[in-house]
């Protein structure tokens, strides 16, 4: 075996057509050729293989040869994190700006319910470091709770509670007021499995009314980002998430004044999200 090979999910991932989970996903249904041949799952390939991928031919390219861009999402609630709905409704891909040959991954993901933080590359590998359960990265929500909030709950919580998928916990929690049965915290989790914060509340009886990300990593949801609006990181951001990864400095490229334009339109085109009105009766006449 060659010690130039790499994993071909990892090459594709790389390439920028998506995770690594959706490019395992893609092999495995036949999706991917390598050389004429159709691949299968633990396939390695070397650069100068030719790849089809939906028969649409695959530009490899060394780990130094993609550009990492980062953007920052403020995700509404009632949106989906996933490219496609069948249903027809929005998913946070709709919003983002346009890229030419290459697509944003989504690092982690947030349920239609929960709005907030989510960041999106075009390095696959980053994503994939930053998302693998090893790396440990902290995310930090804000949630309301409704019920009445003991510190035996907290402190089960910290300590540990067996759910249906294995044990979790939360690695911090604190108190930010509220009015009535309402009370907001701040916690933090090392971990993005489905569900898993609202489902700690409810391992202590309690019912989580509002749930939002506000921080992966060493990453803050900035408050110039509205509902249904993103921004891009800057150089320091991109190269903090890299060192929190493990991966090497890599320059963040300068929009090419086409991409610059159509960024500045894609946010011009896609409002935030605003309150839902009811609609207008018609009036007789």
């Not at 300068?254 to 309150?275: C, F, G, M, S």
Request: hydrophobic share 35%; with cysteine.
């Amino acid at each position: 075996m060659s010690t130039t090979s790499e994993k071909l999910q990892k090459v594709l991932a790389r390439a920028g057509l998506g995770s690594r989970r959706e490019m395992e996903a893609a092999i495995a249904d036949g999706r991917v050729k390598v050389n004429g041949q159709v691949a299968t799952l633990g396939d390695r390939i070397e650069m100068r293989d030719r790849v089809l991928f939906d028969s649409r031919p695959v530009t490899l390219r060394g780990a130094e040869e993609v550009p990492r861009r980062v953007i920052m999402y403020n995700k509404p609630e009632g949106e989906l994190c996933t490219r496609k709905d069948p249903e027809g409704r929005r998913t946070v891909f709709d919003r983002l700006p346009r890229l030419k040959g290459e697509r944003w991954i989504a690092i982690g993901r947030l349920d239609i319910n929960t709005s907030g933080l989510l960041l999106f590359t075009t390095d696959g590998e980053l994503a994939n470091r930053l998302m693998h359960p090893s790396t440990q990265v902290e995310r930090e929500y804000a949630v309301r709770v409704m019920g009445q909030v003991t510190r035996q709950n907290v402190v089960a919580m910290v300590e540990g509670v067996m759910l249906d998928d294995g044990p979790a916990s939360f690695t911090d929690v604190q108190e930010f007021g509220g009015e009535g049965i309402n009370t907001w915290f701040h916690v933090v989790i090392q971990e993005g499995r489905n569900r898993e914060v609202r489902r700690l509340w409810e391992s202590q009886g309690l019912t989580v009314s509002r749930l939002k990300r506000v921080r992966y990593g060493n990453i803050f949801l900035d408050k110039r980002a509205k509902a249904g609006e993103w921004l891009e990181l800057t150089q320091d951001e991109v190269d903090d998430l890299a060192e929190l990864a493990g991966l090497a400095s890599r320059k963040v490229p300068d929009l090419t004044p086409d991409e610059k334009n159509r960024w500045n339109r894609d946010k011009h085109k896609r409002k935030p999200v605003q309150a839902m009105r009811k609609p207008k009766t018609r009036t007789r006449h």
